[in-house]
Protein backbone atom coordinates (compact mmCIF):
# COMPACT_ATOMS: atom_id res chain seq x y z
CA UNK A 1 0.00 0.00 0.00
CA UNK A 2 0.82 3.53 -0.03
CA UNK A 3 1.09 4.30 3.33
CA UNK A 4 1.62 2.50 7.14
CA UNK A 5 -1.74 1.03 7.57
CA UNK A 6 -3.17 -0.10 10.93
CA UNK A 7 -6.40 -1.43 12.04
CA UNK A 8 -8.51 -1.43 14.18
CA UNK A 9 -8.33 2.31 13.55
CA UNK A 10 -10.01 2.61 16.86
CA UNK A 11 -10.93 -0.58 19.89
CA UNK A 12 -12.82 -0.56 23.43
CA UNK A 13 -12.14 -3.78 25.19
CA UNK A 14 -13.27 -4.57 28.69
CA UNK A 15 -10.33 -4.59 31.57
CA UNK A 16 -9.00 -7.71 31.29
CA UNK A 17 -9.81 -8.82 28.07
CA UNK A 18 -6.60 -9.49 25.30
CA UNK A 19 -6.15 -6.93 22.00
CA UNK A 20 -4.73 -7.95 18.93
CA UNK A 21 -3.55 -4.54 16.70
CA UNK A 22 -2.34 -5.12 13.18
CA UNK A 23 0.31 -3.00 11.28
CA UNK A 24 0.86 -3.05 7.45
CA UNK A 25 3.76 -1.31 6.46
CA UNK A 26 5.03 0.23 3.56
CA UNK A 27 6.04 -2.44 0.60
CA UNK A 28 9.18 -3.26 1.41
CA UNK A 29 10.48 -1.00 4.05
CA UNK A 30 12.41 -3.72 5.91
CA UNK A 31 12.55 -1.88 9.50
CA UNK A 32 8.88 -1.43 11.87
CA UNK A 33 8.60 -0.16 15.41
CA UNK A 34 5.44 -0.04 17.81
CA UNK A 35 4.98 3.21 20.05
CA UNK A 36 2.86 3.87 22.74
CA UNK A 37 1.47 7.55 23.09
CA UNK A 38 -0.96 7.87 26.07
CA UNK A 39 -3.21 10.95 25.94
CA UNK A 40 -1.12 13.77 26.45
CA UNK A 41 2.14 12.30 26.55
CA UNK A 42 4.89 11.57 23.99
CA UNK A 43 5.88 8.58 22.18
CA UNK A 44 6.79 5.64 24.22
CA UNK A 45 9.12 3.02 22.55
CA UNK A 46 7.76 -0.44 22.38
CA UNK A 47 9.39 -2.79 19.96
CA UNK A 48 11.18 -2.56 16.79
CA UNK A 49 12.08 -4.98 14.08
CA UNK A 50 14.59 -5.55 11.59
CA UNK A 51 14.96 -7.80 8.71
CA UNK A 52 15.48 -11.02 10.02
CA UNK A 53 17.25 -9.85 12.64
CA UNK A 54 16.29 -10.80 16.84
CA UNK A 55 13.78 -7.91 17.99
CA UNK A 56 14.83 -5.01 20.25
CA UNK A 57 12.12 -5.98 22.90
CA UNK A 58 13.65 -3.47 25.25
CA UNK A 59 10.10 -1.07 25.43
CA UNK A 60 7.90 -3.79 26.54
CA UNK A 61 6.32 -2.22 29.95
CA UNK A 62 5.54 -5.65 30.74
CA UNK A 63 5.23 -9.34 30.10
CA UNK A 64 1.38 -9.19 29.00
CA UNK A 65 2.78 -7.22 25.52
CA UNK A 66 4.33 -9.23 23.33
CA UNK A 67 4.44 -8.38 19.17
CA UNK A 68 5.02 -10.74 16.32
CA UNK A 69 6.34 -9.95 12.57
CA UNK A 70 6.02 -12.24 9.46
CA UNK A 71 9.04 -11.92 7.43
CA UNK A 72 9.12 -8.00 6.42
CA UNK A 73 5.70 -7.88 6.18
CA UNK A 74 2.28 -7.60 8.72
CA UNK A 75 3.17 -6.94 12.71
CA UNK A 76 0.67 -7.80 15.12
CA UNK A 77 0.93 -6.32 19.12
CA UNK A 78 -1.05 -8.27 21.08
CA UNK A 79 -1.65 -6.83 25.14
CA UNK A 80 -2.89 -9.56 27.63
CA UNK A 81 -5.55 -9.65 29.89
CA UNK A 82 -5.57 -5.61 29.22
CA UNK A 83 -5.46 -2.97 31.80
CA UNK A 84 -6.80 0.70 32.32
CA UNK A 85 -3.08 1.92 31.95
CA UNK A 86 -3.34 0.69 28.56
CA UNK A 87 -5.72 2.82 27.34
CA UNK A 88 -3.84 5.00 24.77
CA UNK A 89 -3.40 4.94 20.67
CA UNK A 90 -0.81 2.46 19.68
CA UNK A 91 1.31 3.47 16.48
CA UNK A 92 3.38 1.63 14.12
CA UNK A 93 6.02 2.97 11.80
CA UNK A 94 8.16 1.59 8.93
CA UNK A 95 11.40 2.55 7.10
CA UNK A 96 13.93 1.02 4.53
CA UNK A 97 17.34 0.24 6.77
CA UNK A 98 20.06 1.06 4.54
CA UNK A 99 23.58 0.87 5.87
CA UNK A 100 23.84 4.57 5.26
CA UNK A 101 21.72 7.20 7.00
CA UNK A 102 18.76 8.14 5.07
CA UNK A 103 15.94 6.24 6.15
CA UNK A 104 12.82 8.07 6.49
CA UNK A 105 10.38 6.70 9.03
CA UNK A 106 6.65 7.13 8.49
CA UNK A 107 4.10 6.25 10.78
CA UNK A 108 0.76 4.66 10.48
CA UNK A 109 -2.80 6.50 11.69
CA UNK A 110 -2.57 4.45 15.08
CA UNK A 111 -4.87 2.41 16.91
CA UNK A 112 -6.39 3.89 19.24
CA UNK A 113 -7.46 1.30 22.37
CA UNK A 114 -9.58 2.44 25.05
CA UNK A 115 -9.76 -0.24 28.54
CA UNK A 116 -13.16 0.15 30.41
CA UNK B 1 20.03 5.30 28.49
CA UNK B 2 19.83 7.04 25.14
CA UNK B 3 17.58 10.79 26.05
CA UNK B 4 16.58 12.90 23.50
CA UNK B 5 15.18 16.20 25.83
CA UNK B 6 12.92 19.15 24.44
CA UNK B 7 11.61 22.13 26.29
CA UNK B 8 7.40 21.37 26.94
CA UNK B 9 6.55 24.72 25.99
CA UNK B 10 3.98 25.92 25.05
CA UNK B 11 6.17 28.40 22.64
CA UNK B 12 3.88 31.12 21.71
CA UNK B 13 5.31 33.36 18.39
CA UNK B 14 2.91 35.85 16.89
CA UNK B 15 1.96 35.19 12.86
CA UNK B 16 5.12 35.77 10.67
CA UNK B 17 7.62 35.69 13.22
CA UNK B 18 10.53 32.70 13.48
CA UNK B 19 9.87 29.93 15.50
CA UNK B 20 12.78 28.29 17.13
CA UNK B 21 12.33 24.66 18.42
CA UNK B 22 15.76 23.04 20.05
CA UNK B 23 16.56 19.38 21.10
CA UNK B 24 19.28 18.18 22.70
CA UNK B 25 20.47 14.30 23.31
CA UNK B 26 22.68 12.05 25.19
CA UNK B 27 23.76 9.14 22.49
CA UNK B 28 27.36 10.34 20.85
CA UNK B 29 26.17 7.58 18.40
CA UNK B 30 23.15 9.19 17.03
CA UNK B 31 23.61 9.57 12.77
CA UNK B 32 20.02 10.34 12.18
CA UNK B 33 17.96 12.99 13.18
CA UNK B 34 14.36 14.17 12.40
CA UNK B 35 11.71 16.17 12.91
CA UNK B 36 7.82 15.62 13.15
CA UNK B 37 4.58 17.84 13.76
CA UNK B 38 2.14 16.32 15.46
CA UNK B 39 -1.60 18.30 15.63
CA UNK B 40 -3.80 16.88 17.92
CA UNK B 41 -5.28 13.65 17.62
CA UNK B 42 -3.07 13.30 14.55
CA UNK B 43 0.31 10.71 14.18
CA UNK B 44 3.36 12.22 13.80
CA UNK B 45 4.22 13.89 10.21
CA UNK B 46 7.83 13.91 9.02
CA UNK B 47 8.92 17.81 8.51
CA UNK B 48 12.54 17.12 8.15
CA UNK B 49 15.45 15.20 8.59
CA UNK B 50 19.58 15.77 8.76
CA UNK B 51 22.61 13.66 8.67
CA UNK B 52 25.33 15.92 8.53
CA UNK B 53 26.51 19.27 10.38
CA UNK B 54 25.17 22.50 9.03
CA UNK B 55 21.79 23.70 8.50
CA UNK B 56 19.44 22.17 6.05
CA UNK B 57 17.12 24.34 4.46
CA UNK B 58 13.53 23.19 2.85
CA UNK B 59 10.75 26.14 2.39
CA UNK B 60 9.91 27.86 5.59
CA UNK B 61 12.16 25.43 7.71
CA UNK B 62 15.08 24.99 8.18
CA UNK B 63 17.12 22.24 10.13
CA UNK B 64 20.10 22.83 11.98
CA UNK B 65 22.62 20.25 13.84
CA UNK B 66 25.56 20.33 16.12
CA UNK B 67 27.06 16.91 16.30
CA UNK B 68 29.90 18.43 19.06
CA UNK B 69 27.27 19.88 20.88
CA UNK B 70 25.13 17.03 20.72
CA UNK B 71 22.47 19.76 19.20
CA UNK B 72 19.67 19.75 16.41
CA UNK B 73 16.95 22.46 15.89
CA UNK B 74 14.22 23.72 13.99
CA UNK B 75 13.41 26.87 12.84
CA UNK B 76 10.15 28.13 11.21
CA UNK B 77 10.34 31.50 9.06
CA UNK B 78 6.94 33.41 8.84
CA UNK B 79 4.98 31.07 11.38
CA UNK B 80 1.39 30.46 10.67
CA UNK B 81 -1.38 29.76 12.85
CA UNK B 82 -1.69 26.65 10.63
CA UNK B 83 1.83 25.51 12.24
CA UNK B 84 0.56 25.17 15.54
CA UNK B 85 1.21 21.85 16.97
CA UNK B 86 3.54 19.63 19.01
CA UNK B 87 6.96 19.21 17.71
CA UNK B 88 9.12 16.12 17.94
CA UNK B 89 12.68 15.80 17.52
CA UNK B 90 14.06 11.95 17.02
CA UNK B 91 17.42 11.07 16.88
CA UNK B 92 18.79 7.76 15.55
CA UNK B 93 21.99 5.45 15.76
CA UNK B 94 22.18 3.03 12.94
CA UNK B 95 20.69 -0.35 13.32
CA UNK B 96 18.77 1.01 16.10
CA UNK B 97 15.31 2.19 17.57
CA UNK B 98 14.47 5.44 16.93
CA UNK B 99 14.39 7.44 20.19
CA UNK B 100 11.98 10.64 20.67
CA UNK B 101 11.89 13.58 22.78
CA UNK B 102 8.63 14.70 24.57
CA UNK B 103 7.73 17.51 22.26
CA UNK B 104 7.28 21.27 22.47
CA UNK B 105 3.80 22.60 21.80
CA UNK B 106 4.12 25.37 19.33
CA UNK B 107 1.61 28.53 19.37
CA UNK B 108 1.52 30.93 16.61
CA UNK B 109 -1.29 33.38 17.56
CA UNK B 110 -3.12 35.24 14.32
Known amino acids: GAGVSQSPSNKVTEKGKDVELRCDPI?????LYWYRQRLGQGLEFLIY????????KSGLPSDRFSAERTGESVSTLTIQRTQQEDSAVYLC??????????????FGEGSWLTVV | QKEVEQNSGPLSVPEGAIASLNCTYS??????FFWYRQYSGKSPELIMF????GDKEDGRFTAQLNKASQYVSLLIRDSQPSDSATYLC??????????FGKGTMLLVSP
Open chain 1, 93 to 106: ASSLELQSSGNTIY
Open chain 1, 27 to 31: SGHTA
Open chain 1, 49 to 56: FQGNSAPD
Open chain 2, 27 to 32: DRGSQS
Open chain 2, 50 to 53: IYSN
Open chain 2, 90 to 99: AVKAGYSTLT
